[in-house]
């Protein structure tokens, strides 16, 4: 259950400054053709986060992906299931770790049906700057132009991008507990699936679905960060049972449906660097969270890869070890950038490792350290006690009812656990 403490934050809209494009990326793009990514929120725009995920640098830890290789004449279909209603859609694609400018030819969105397949008639042609094709500069991010698409909260949508000329090694997701699409050639168009006939487990370029009318009026989104435990790393494919999407479906439920933005990387860390699992929290924070329009709260539940990753069992090699006073230094950090935007913070304390790969003597006296803080401080504006709703009795153990089999990633029946613990009026 979440505890309330003596510190609110005031609640402002989140703003993006425009940034302006080099001249050479601008000069690359036109000589390419068609539109130029532009690379803004805009400030009083009605534009409101539906679904969202923090893009990664190519990579593949665990086994081959489409990142490293990149897409020549393919159409890349992808499924996300959108938080919150609206009348009118957009889509947010990243190039934020391109070397090259990306030619995005064209782009489609469409609802849902089976598999890879659409439903028939509702297929929309995106355009962006009114051309149907555009330039993202590299380290870029560029917005469709909007259109008519109504949707509702916890409905599905499908996003298909046509790469004719060659990407170069792509910006993507690596955890997304859905499946992609890839045909080769040009079938952005297709209601049926079958010329789909490669499939991955992450989300290639696709960083955002944003929608306006309806519900997006309402500036009261919630942004979930941290690592592979609020990226849904053990739940099911293609099940919609991260914990923020149990959360999610809580709000729809009560009559309440809210924006509920997840921005977890799995083997993300607050304080250090890592080769596959992203930039340390205490910078993406700026770029993956103060960025998304509308948002009110965001829910931290990060530290455990901080704690584990000096360990032998760290994928891609032991990171620095962090003590728990960095670590608690860390979270504070991201308290004063949230604050600074008027944003309110609820801290999630960190979920158990005993019988883990992580575990340890000294692992886990600084989980247990760090969970005390974020319990008495006073710091956070809020608390949820992730830890309690995964190991009532406080053993340090989770319930094998919520173990997904490593003794650190929830199962869905945990997930759904750690979402019911967050009070929904606190939020």
Same mark, same amino acid.
């Given at each position: 259950?979440?505890?309330?403490?003596?510190?609110?934050?005031?609640?402002?809209?989140?703003?993006?400054?425009?940034?302006?494009?080099?001249?050479?990326?601008?000069?690359?793009?036109?000589?390419?053709?068609?539109?130029?990514?532009?690379?803004?929120?805009?400030?009083?725009?009605?534009?409101?986060?539906?679904?969202?995920?923090?893009?990664?640098?190519?990579?593949?830890?665990?086994?081959?992906?489409?990142?490293?290789?990149?897409?020549?004449?393919?159409?890349?279909?992808?499924?996300?299931?959108?938080?919150?209603?609206?009348?009118?859609?957009?889509?947010?694609?990243?190039?934020?770790?391109?070397?090259?400018?990306?030619?995005?030819?064209?782009?489609?969105?469409?609802?849902?049906?089976?598999?890879?397949?659409?439903?028939?008639?509702?297929? *929309?042609?995106?355009?962006? =700057? +009114?051309? &149907? %094709? !555009?330039?993202?500069?590299?380290? /870029?991010?560029?917005?469709?132009?909007?259109?008519?698409?109504?949707?509702?909260?916890?409905?599905?949508?499908?996003?298909?991008?046509?790469?004719?000329?060659?990407?170069?090694?792509?910006?993507?997701?690596?955890?997304?507990?859905?499946?992609?699409?890839?045909?080769?050639?040009?079938?952005?168009?297709?209601?049926?699936?079958?010329?789909?006939?490669?499939?991955?487990?992450?989300?290639?370029?696709?960083?955002?679905?944003?929608?306006?009318?309806?519900?997006?009026?309402?500036?009261?989104?919630?942004?979930?960060?941290?690592?592979?435990?609020?990226?849904?790393?053990?739940?099911?494919?293609?099940?919609?049972?991260?914990?923020?999407?149990?959360?999610?479906? *809580?709000?729809?439920?009560? =009559? +309440?449906? &809210? %924006? !509920?933005?997840?921005?977890?990387? /799995?083997?993300?860390?607050?304080?250090?660097?890592?080769?596959?699992?992203?930039?340390?929290?205490?910078?993406?924070?700026?770029?993956?969270?103060?960025?998304?329009?509308?948002?009110?709260?965001?829910?931290?539940?990060?530290?455990?890869?901080?704690?584990?990753?000096?360990?032998?069992?760290?994928?891609?090699?032991?990171?620095?070890?962090?003590?728990?006073?960095?670590?608690?230094?860390?979270?504070?950090?991201?308290?004063?950038?949230?604050?600074?935007?008027?944003?309110?913070?609820?801290?999630?304390?960190?979920?158990?490792?005993?019988?883990?790969?992580?575990?340890?003597?000294?692992?886990?006296?600084?989980?247990?350290?760090?969970?005390?803080?974020?319990?008495?401080?006073?710091?956070?504006?809020?608390?949820?006690?992730?830890?309690?709703?995964?190991?009532?009795?406080?053993?340090?153990?989770?319930?094998?009812?919520?173990?997904?089999?490593?003794?650190?990633?929830?199962?869905?029946?945990?997930?759904?656990?750690?979402?019911?613990?967050?009070?929904?009026?606190?939020?």
């Amino acid at each position: 259950m979440t505890t309330k403490t003596t510190r609110t934050a005031s609640t402002t809209t989140v703003r993006r400054t425009t940034v302006a494009l080099a001249t050479a990326a601008v000069l690359t793009a036109l000589q390419l053709g068609g539109a130029v990514a532009s690379e803004q929120r805009h400030e009083s725009g009605p534009w409101r986060g539906a679904w969202a995920t923090s893009p990664q640098s190519p990579t593949a830890p665990f086994g081959p992906n489409w990142s490293e290789q990149g897409f020549s004449n393919h159409t890349v279909r992808q499924v996300v299931r959108v938080t919150t209603s609206g009348t009118k859609a957009r889509i947010e694609l990243s190039n934020r770790y391109g070397t090259t400018p990306l030619r995005i030819t064209g782009a489609t969105v469409a609802r849902t049906d089976k598999g890879a397949s659409v439903k028939a008639g509702s297929v *929309r042609q995106l355009s962006f =700057g +009114k051309g &149907r %094709s !555009v330039t993202i500069p590299a380290g /870029g991010t560029t917005y469709s132009d909007g259109v008519p698409f109504a949707v509702k909260a916890l409905e599905s949508v499908t996003v298909t991008l046509y790469l004719a000329a060659p990407t170069g090694p792509a910006t993507f997701h690596t955890f997304s507990s859905a499946t992609s699409y890839r045909a080769a050639g040009d079938h952005r168009s297709d209601r049926d699936g079958t010329a789909f006939t490669e499939t991955s487990d992450s989300w290639y370029y696709l960083s955002g679905v944003e929608v306006s009318g309806g519900a997006a009026a309402r500036r009261d989104g919630i942004v979930t960060f941290g690592d592979s435990i609020t990226d849904g790393v053990g739940s099911g494919l293609n099940a919609n049972n991260r914990y923020p999407d149990e959360l999610a479906e *809580r709000l729809a439920a009560a =009559g +309440k449906p &809210r %924006s !509920v933005l997840n921005h977890g990387i /799995g083997g993300n860390q607050v304080v250090n660097d890592t080769t596959w699992a992203g930039e340390k929290g205490i910078e993406r924070f700026k770029k993956d969270v103060l960025t998304e329009p509308g948002v009110r709260t965001v829910i931290v539940l990060e530290g455990i890869n901080d704690i584990g990753g000096s360990g032998p069992a760290f994928p891609g090699g032991p990171t620095a070890e962090v003590s728990a006073e960095r670590l608690i230094e860390g979270h504070r950090e991201l308290i004063r950038q949230a604050h600074a935007k008027g944003i309110k913070v609820v801290g999630a304390t960190l979920t158990p490792i005993k019988g883990s790969f992580y575990e340890s003597e000294t692992n886990e006296a600084k989980r247990l350290a760090v969970n005390e803080w974020i319990r008495t401080s006073g710091e956070y504006d809020e608390v949820v006690d992730f830890d309690r709703a995964l190991d009532p009795k406080g053993e340090g153990v989770m319930l094998p009812a919520y173990d997904s089999g490593d003794h650190l990633h929830p199962s869905d029946a945990g997930y759904r656990a750690m979402a019911e613990a967050l009070d929904l009026d606190e939020l």
